[in-house]
């Protein structure tokens, strides 16, 4: 055993950053890490084995335990659910005798409740094995469990031809869609790869390309909406042996499956705004930080990679330019949301717990491996070919005054069209909700859970002083104007999730419960606010969809979710806006729970709850009146 663990730590030239990789290399070998490897680790790669097992305990596909022979993650977002999830659960743990969060005792079978894979348009899905399975339903579990009774392989039992695209590419082969439905600037199959890195930027100095990218006024896609050639700028200011690139694909946002489809499709596009983004920095290294649900493409990617290179767009002297020496590497991820995060995802490509760092310092000062770094999204990097290709003048007609380009939507729920659309800036809702197909709807939730949820609601009659501390729509709101709010940076900014409920869902129950769930689960809990306040605040929805709450409650939610911004990153600070954005916008299925809008809980049972406590700890309930 030792041999093989050493022999692994060889591989990656016993550098402590590659833990990742060495621990995903171990479970490929074994399925997870004992503890016998653990210390093999620890005295190879000095560190304490403490180190090594906090980094393995962060991450959802990582085990300290004994896995199974078929690992089954099924993916519990709330576009699952509302496509037959609770059904497919139960038909796997019927068909495979255990319950989710075990493992058979034979040692078959395992299965997993994940979050978000990036399939909210093909769902319920599950990984298995790391195979994606999208599209299941209990009959599809049924024979998919038979299969694996009999010890089939799990690529034999793939139950749907290979997907459109390059789904099909010999080195993916995945039942995946893409299902694009609607092109535009990005998503054009009519460009031809690497001319911008070979043609072009000879003939510019990389001043040039940042001030190119500024005059774009492109702002960073992946929600945050920071300029990006004003990053670059900083990041090619500051002194370094070695500067960064770092393409963030660990889209993670429930509701996002849009840089799937550009990796799929396009990454010669990605990969060349990352060369573009090096030439304008000065940066060598360049890295992509794949989430690990997207495993499946990983050969395809450094295929692609190697292509890249045999073009001489990437390795020595890029494009015929003296010293343009720049190389990309992609870091799997382990499953965790929040490596989203530009400083916890450059902690886990350090080998770390995904754990955000305390700012200041920004990664352009000191990022991976106290190296200047520059983070953007897939979707920037590729919008950066596109302007150096037509100049700015071009990308800024297009959008609005204020949000230039387009986006791309990850549009999923209740609409009968799911899929990518690329819209320009200043599209309104009713627009989106037209072309997906989309009839009979209640809200949008618009940006994940960590955005906003919208609906039809006049909201005229809300204390605005207060609800609007944490959130500002522009203007006044009538009813149906919710819907002609338009997707831009000033109005209804978006990492480009959209998820449609119409009005037969449970928007409470169903919506808002799901979404808690989802960040209580991935707070990484190095805040107290982070790591306490989304529970006590499900628990108080629950109080309140119990019948049992009163108006004070909902005031209650609505402080709490004042105090949950003192978090230290983007998912506490924003963990509280399911339940906000739901008091704010559908403030009467609150009311409709609590009693009579009363202060006080005139149900409140004291004996019964009395009572209850002492036969839990076995003493003789007494009361005053009794
Ligand atoms: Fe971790 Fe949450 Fe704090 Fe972010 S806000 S650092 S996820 S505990």
Redo the contacts with the bound molecule.
Sequence with gaps: MKEKVVEIISKYNGDRSRLMDILLDIHDWQGYVDDASVDVLASELGISAAEVNETISFYHFFSNKPRAKYNIYLNDSITACMRGRAQVEQAFENECGIKFGTVSADGVFGLYDTSCQGMNDQGPAAIINDLVFTNLTPYRVKALVDGMKEGKEIKDLVYEANGDGNNADPDMQVMVQNHIRKGGMLLDKNFEPYAVVNNMLKDKSPEDVIQIVQDSNLRGRGGAGFPTGLKWRFGRRVEGEHRVIICNADEGEPGTFKDRVMLTEFPELVFEGMAIAAYATGADIGLVYLRYEYRYMLDFLNRKLQEMRDANALGKDIGGIKDFNFDIRIQLGAGAY?CGEESALIESLEGKRG??RDKPPFPVEKGYLDYPTIVNNVETLAATVKILQNGSEWFTSFGTKDSHGTKLLSVSGDCRFPGIYEVEWGTSIREVLQMCGAENVQAIQVGGPSGVLIGTRDIDHLNKTELMNWYKPSGMMTAEKFFDRKLSYSDLPTGGSMIIFNKDRNLLEEVVMNFMDFFIEE?????ST??SLPQIMKEKLEKILSGAGVRQDIDDLLSWGKVIKV???G???TAANPILSSILNFRHLYEEHIQAMTDYDNTFDMEGLVKASCDFVGRKPVFHNS
């Design positions: 929040v754990e955000p707070s990484c809990g190095s805040c982070c790591r978090s230290r990153c998912l506490g600070q």
